[in-house]
């Protein structure tokens, strides 16, 4: 697919180079617009309005919408009045809304100065509702019946009015605005009674979300019931929009980008890697790389009281890594199935006892299996092919070295795992995001955690 794209972009650059624009538009217009959005994004800046302009006006508006806000920016500065017009009156509400949440505050104003009235109201009712709601992600253009309707009328009304909505397959059947039932085509189109009412074909009970929902929520709800379209009702359950399935697929693949950010200790961004400057990048990761840096000064602290001790018995010093990246990798690791159970609904704050018990189990398994590695490697390689505890003081023998290195090893997993299952279920329940415990965060403490573990079993076992 990358190599297509490739090759298509230099047809187009030669193409327009050659000033042949029918064969131009003739490509173009059997493409997909996401295609020609990711090739446009790839252009020179002078080259984007004039390629663009060659477009038909639907698929021109559908291209604009997948297009980078950077681009979108470039292409509104340069339309005149009524080319700006056409796009933005082509778009749906929801999607013009993205645009405007995008652009500066003077490239908005003129947005809303060229889009019709009607346009203009549904984007600022739409603006009105939280960030990051249902209501935010939602457009208002939906089919909508009457239960009293007969499935002759109804057909007829989707025909009529479905031109400019967002999806017709599922309509919402109301009452005075009240939500009271769903029905899709297939079902008008196969009812054998073309004079019975739509009440009594439609399904009750319908399953909606409420305008200050989250995003997220409403997200899985289309994983959890294979919907669609889900419809959006206010506090008197009055349908005010609906939420197709490609915005909630947007809203995942931001949740999960976001996830991702916050577990790598960077403060997420909604802009493209490749369009982010060097210095916005910085600013996003090193808040958290101060923090980290800072709270590692503790494994300093640690090792800087344990000295003398570490001076008496040097090769104690070798190991600390492997075990302080053992003990964080552990961590990590139950940290972020727990963080992702949390994400998916799976587990909630009232499964934390039942979540200890099973770490601790999986702990105990991981920590022998780990020491009983660990055993073999250091007398085979550090012991025998290294002689590494040649010289070892007085009354200390090597296989009382290496017994207090695995039993450090299977006590810290232990612990690891136990933090790393805790501190994202502690977080969630605070109110805060159970990502921001993920591995980073979570490495340091176990990291402290390990080093703790290991002096004191190595004071209690080892005379130094």
């Known amino acids: 697919m990358a190599e297509h ?17 029918a064969t131009l538009r003739d490509i173009l217009v059997t493409m997909n617009p996401a295609d020609i959005a990711a090739i446009f994004d790839e252009l020179e800046e002078d080259r984007l309005p004039l390629l663009f302009r060659l477009l038909p006006k639907e698929l021109a508006a559908d291209t604009f919408v997948e297009m980078e806000p950077d681009a979108q920016e470039l292409l509104i500065r340069g339309f005149s009045d009524s080319e700006l017009k056409e796009v933005i009156n082509e778009l749906f509400v929801d999607d013009a809304v993205d645009i405007v949440e995008e652009m500066p505050a003077n490239v908005v104003r003129r947005i ?14 739409i603006l009105r509702y939280p960030e990051n709601s249902a209501g935010s992600i939602m457009t208002t253009e939906y089919v909508s019946l009457r239960p009293k309707m007969t499935i002759e009328e109804a057909i007829t009304r989707i025909r009529r009015t479905g031109f400019d909505k967002e999806t017709i397959y599922t ?3 109301t009452k005075d605005r009240t939500l009271v039932g769903v029905v899709t085509v297939k079902d008008l189109l196969l009812a054998e009674d073309d004079e019975a009412t739509i009440e009594t074909i439609m399904i009750p009970n319908v399953i909606s979300v409420n305008t200050h929902d989250d995003q997220e929520e409403v997200a899985q709800m289309f994983s959890k019931y294979n919907f669609l379209a889900l419809p959006v009702v206010d506090t ?6 609906i939420i197709t399935f490609d915005d909630a697929m947007d809203v995942m693949e931001e ?12 403060i997420p961004s909604e802009k493209p890697y490749m369009s982010m400057t060097p210095f916005e990048i910085w600013k996003k990761r090193i808040p958290w790389l101060m923090l980290l ?3 590692a000064t503790f494994t300093g602290m640690i090792i800087s009281h344990f000295e003398d001790k570490l001076a008496n018995l040097v090769i104690l010093t070798a190991f600390i890594p492997m075990l302080m990246d053992t003990a964080g990798n552990s961590g990590s690791q139950a940290s972020v199935t727990v963080i992702r159970g949390l994400s998916l609904n799976e587990l909630e704050f009232g499964d934390i006892f039942s979540i200890i018990w099973k770490e601790i189990r999986v702990a105990v398994l991981c920590g022998l299996a780990l020491a009983g590695a660990c055993f073999l490697k250091i007398y085979l390689i550090d012991g025998l092919l290294l002689k590494s505890f040649t010289g070892l003081p007085a009354g200390i023998n090597m296989f009382l070295v290496i017994g207090v290195i695995c039993l450090t090893l299977a006590v810290t997993v232990l612990f690891a795992k136990i933090v790393g299952c805790v501190l994202p279920l502690v977080a969630k329940k605070l109110g805060f995001d159970p990502a921001v415990m993920a591995s980073p965060f979570i490495t340091t403490i176990v990291d402290a955690l390990s080093l703790l573990v290991y002096f ?6 080892l005379p130094i």
């Open 5 to 21: 794209s490739v090759t298509m972009e230099r047809t187009l650059r030669k193409l327009l180079s050659e000033k042949k624009y």
């Open 112 to 125: 809303l100065s060229q889009a019709d009235p009607e346009m203009r109201k549904s984007i600022n009712e």
């Open 171 to 173: 309509c919402y059947v």
């Open 236 to 241: 008197e359950q009055r349908l005010v929009g």
């Open 255 to 266: 949740e999960a980008t976001e996830d991702i950010e916050k577990m790598a200790a960077i």
């Open 293 to 295: 840096m800072v709270s």
């Open 456 to 461: 004191a079993l190595a004071s209690a076992f």
